[in-house]
C-alpha cells in the first residue's frame, strides 16, 4: 500500500513540474488560466493562511473519524456485531457511495470536458465513464484474484503455526446420515472464519488505495488555489468528507483485525494524504495551473478512477455485504434503519457537494 501510494504521489509530481508549462507554451494548445475566474477574491496571503487552517483542521477530524471504530471496541454497543455499529457503518457506506458519485465522478466529467482540451479526442468519446467503468472492473478482478492467491496459498503451505499433520486435516469430515460408511468432506468452522478475514482485509486495503487517490486530488487543487472565497466553504466540507469517509474505512479495518503496526500504516495514510496534498499544492502554486490541458487531464482520469473504484467498493464490498448479511437479514426494522442510515450519509455528502 506504501509503495503504490508513493508511485501514484511521484507521478504527480513529474507531471505538474515546471517543464509541463513550458511545453504546453510550445504547443500550440489554447492556454487557460485561472485569472479568468478568480475575481476580487484572489487573495494569496489570506488563502495561504485559510490552506494552512485546513491541514490542521483536516488532519484532526481525519485521525478522529478512522480511529473512532478502532477504539469502540472497548465500548459494547460500538463492537463490530452489534447493532449501533452496523448503523453506523451503513451511514459512512452512505457517506463513501455520495462521494463517489457526487464529487468525484462530477468533477471528473468537468475536467476530460473542459474547452481547454482538444475536440479530439477528449470530446469526442466519454473518457470519464469508460475509465470508471474499467476502473470498477479492475477493482473485482484484484477482490477476486487477491482472494485466490490467498486460497492458493493457505493451501499449499497451510498456516504458518500449524504443523503437517495438522495442514492435512484442516477440513472437518462429517458422517453421511443414515448409516452410511462415507463422508461429507466440509470445510471446518475455523476455515469459514479465515476466509472472512482474508476477504475484510482486502476490502480495507483496495478502499484505502480509492481513498488515498481521492484525497491526494483533492488537497492539490484546494493548495494551488488562490482564492479565499473557494477554499473557505471547501475546510468545512472536506472536514466533514474525512470525517465519516475515515469511519467507514475504520469500520473495515476494525473488521480485518490487523495487529498494530498495519492499523497505524492505514490510519497514517489515511489521514495525512488530504494535507500533503494541500501542502503539495502550495509548494507548487507557481507552476500548478488547474486549468492547464496536463492538469486536467491528469486530475480527470485520477477521478474517474477513484470514482469507479469507490462505487464499486461501496455498493458490492460494504451496503451489499452487509443488507445481505444474517444481521440485517434477521431484522426487518434493523434493515429499515440502516437503510435511513445510508439514505443521512449519501444526503449528507450531496449536500456538500455545493461547496465542495
Known sequence: MASSTSHALLLLLLLFASPVAANEENSGVKQCGPASHSGTCENKPEATRLKLIAIASILVTSLIGVCLPLVSRSVSVFRPDSSPFVLVKAFASGVILATGYMHVLPDSFDDLSSHCLPDRPWHKFSFTTFVAMLSALFTLSVDSLAMSFRGMRKACCGPPELGDQEKETSTAVVPVA?????????????????????????????LEFGIVVHSVVIGLSMGASENPCTIRPLVAALCFHQMFEGMGLGGCILQAEYKLKMKAILVFFFATTTPFGIAL??????VYRENSPTAL????????????????????DLLSVDFMGPKLQSSVKLQMCAYAAVLLGAGGMSVMAIWA
Open 178 to 206: 443414515h448409516g452410511h460408511g462415507n463422508g461429507a468432506v466440509v470445510p471446518s468452522e475455523k476455515d469459514g472464519v479465515d476466509s472472512v478475514l482474508q476477504r475484510n482485509r482486502v476490502i480495507a486495503q483496495v
Open 297 to 316: 487531464i491528469v486530475v480527470g482520469l485520477l477521478n474517474a478512477c477513484s470514482a469507479g473504484l469507490l462505487n464499486y467498493m461501496a455498493l458490492v
Open 281 to 286: 499544492g502550495i509548494a507548487l502554486t507557481n
